[in-house]
């Protein structure tokens, strides 16, 4: 019997690639979606036909309980969120709402449902904020800087708690930053190879930018979704942050990717005060020696192959966009 697993948030990034993964790990995979006008399928495209789509809302208890109930699945992995930091400034309460109090809400499921359920909620970098020492592992205290980081942290401890009280096979993915070519374009690493790209092909003339000076800890997501299916495959629960251990400036990124087009990116970029964020996290930095000894997890892919491949998709993209 293969085994079965449920996937909320499976049209984003990371629920794509975690769907891929599980398709060639032959899981019987079941993906959530909101109904909404807004739902956008182009990222599962490719595997629309080998998996379930099935409705319930992180808002709404019951519809979560009556999906566990009905698919019966061995893992669900709660990658649904409010994902978009700037966003949350906008719409803090409904922030809270999905990315706080839907993670209670998908563990009550599983404790209604059936407590053996296996469960991984995605935490972030974000949670760290002011940082309180460099690099950030598993230990490192908490200072989330906007509404999403607040309530991440929030997800965070409820998942520690329904583990500890509960004795539910719950664990928490502290990833950092994690990009590739399916990335939203809302995001800086989408927008940078993305206008790269059009500035490239003649579509463009400029890219405004907010904090040059903002550091990340840049992985590939197909890398890191590896490490969430790992977390939930070891005899015990447990916390770990994924990250790649390596750090990179907004203007290195910009950098490289308009160099690897032969451009110079000082003729293209301007900086415009509109977005710089109320505040800025400091330095984000993952230190990943647990996932590496205990999951034996490494990331593959680097900063530079991540650029390269993301532009590529973007120059692909555009190519086919205007029959070029």
Known sequence: MAKKALITGVTGQDGSYLADLLLEQDYEVYGMVRRSSMEKFDRIEHIKDRIHIRQADLLDQFSLIKLLDEIQPEEVYNLAAMSFVPTSWNQPVLTAEFTAVGVTRVLEAIRAVNPKI??????????????????????????????????????????????????????????????????GMEFVTRKVTYNAAKIKLGLGKELRMGNLDSKRDWGYAGDYVRAMWLMLQQD????????????????????????????????????????????????????????????????????????????????????????L
């Open 118 to 183: 296996k469960f991984y909620q995605a935490s972030s970098s974000e949670m760290f904020g002011k940082v309180k020492k460099i690099p950030q592992d598993e230990e490192t205290p908490f200072h989330p800087r906007s509404p999403y980081g607040v309530a991440k942290v929030y997800g965070h401890w409820i998942t520690v708690n329904y583990r500890e009280s509960y004795d539910i096979f719950a664990v928490s993915g502290i990833l950092f930053n994690h990009e590739s070519p399916r990335r």
């Open 236 to 323: 015990e629960p447990d916390n770990f942050v994924v990250a790649t251990g390596e750090t990179h400036s907004v203007k290195e990124l910009v950098e490289a990717a308009f160099s690897y087009l032969d451009l110079d990116y000082k003729e293209f970029v301007t900086i415009d005060e509109r977005f710089i964020r109320p505040a800025e996290v400091d330095l984000l930095i993952g230190d990943p020696g647990k996932a590496k000894r205990i999951l034996d997890w490494e990331p593959q892919v680097t900063f530079s192959g991540l650029v390269k491949m993301m532009v590529d998709a973007d120059m692909e993209l555009l190519k086919k966009e205007h029959n």
